[in-house]
């Protein structure tokens, strides 16, 4: 008689693995991508300190048929730690004539506080045309502008006279060789 099958074997070991393929062809490039969305500004960076103050302005002139008017930067402890002043003239009736006072680079509203808003801004000029002989009281001619309360920037004009008010004459009627080598400039009330 044939005697009963045997129990199946046990499985045999792991073959070796086999050879690394070759590697496949790279794919094509994909388009492009959108832009992103641009990022925030940054904070702007702390203001510089103010420069230097220039030299004072020549005199105004009229010799020989030229005039200089005056110009320059100021320093002043109010409102404002500099302004510039430049003066313009016109030749009429033959003689040069003051035709307007520029005062520019007002500071308004500022960080520290309200700068030079909500301040009368005025200006002083002599007129020396007969102050040594008949002593007149009315040489000195005032211009003042309130400048506005809620006055903002740092690069701030006001011209005289098309703006505020002069007393007791306009400034228009002094003569540029009758101006006096100063001119008086003053910011009050407000701060």
Do not use: W
Request: net charge negative.
């Amino acid at each position: 008689m044939n005697g009963l099958d045997g129990k199946p074997g046990e499985p045999g070991a792991p073959g070796q693995p086999g050879a690394a393929g070759e590697p496949g062809q790279p794919g094509i490039q994909g388009t492009q991508g959108p832009a992103g969305v641009p990022g925030v500004a940054g904070v702007p960076g702390v203001a510089g300190p103010a420069g230097a103050s220039g030299p004072a302005g020549a005199a105004g002139g009229t010799s020989g048929g030229t005039a200089n008017a005056g110009f320059g930067t100021v320093g002043i402890d109010s409102c404002d730690k500099e302004v510039k002043i430049d003066l313009k003239q016109t030749f009429t009736g033959g003689v040069f004539k003051l035709k307007e006072v520029i005062i520019s680079k007002i500071i308004g509203k500022a960080a520290a506080g309200p700068g030079c808003a909500g301040q009368l801004a005025s200006i002083h000029l002599v007129d020396n045309k007969g102050t040594l002989d008949d002593k007149r009281d009315d040489s000195e001619t005032i211009c003042s502008y309130l400048l506005p309360k809620d006055l903002d920037g740092e690069f701030n004009t006001v011209t005289f006279p098309t703006m505020g008010s002069c007393v007791p004459t306009t400034l228009t009627n002094i003569e540029m060789g009758n101006l006096d080598t100063f001119i008086g400039l003053e910011f009050t009330g407000g701060a």
